[in-house]
């Protein structure tokens, strides 16, 4: 799965909003990332979150991680079973996109 969903978003966007406030370094050089190269598909300076994002989705409190786990499962009709941690550990690229989505708006807007 690649798309977001409103339900995925709501539940990631403190997620994502968090993740920009502390990684603040890293935020900018993404930003700056962009604004050089707005057309790439994949930004050296998102790599950079990853880490950060995959440590908060686990401590997402338990209703968070049960609503993310039972939309993931709603949208994704691939056949394979997954742990709920392993389906919490599949949002990071949700997050990441976020991130580079939210970096985006920012540089068009400055």
Wanted: avoid cysteine; charge should be neutral; glycine fraction near 2%.
């Amino acid at each position: 799965m690649t798309r977001i969903t409103a339900t995925q978003r709501a539940l990631l966007s403190p997620v994502v909003a968090s993740l920009i406030r502390h990684q603040s370094h890293a935020w900018s050089e993404l930003k700056r990332e962009v604004a050089d190269s707005d057309y790439a598909s994949v930004f050296e300076g998102e790599l950079t979150f990853m880490q950060p994002a995959e440590k908060a989705l686990q401590l997402l409190n338990a209703d968070d991680k049960a609503a993310l786990v039972l939309e993931w499962n709603r949208v994704t009709k691939d056949g394979v079973v997954r742990t709920d941690e392993a389906v919490i550990g599949l949002h990071a690229p949700l997050v990441m996109a976020e991130v580079v989505k939210r970096a985006k708006a920012s540089v068009r807007r400055e």
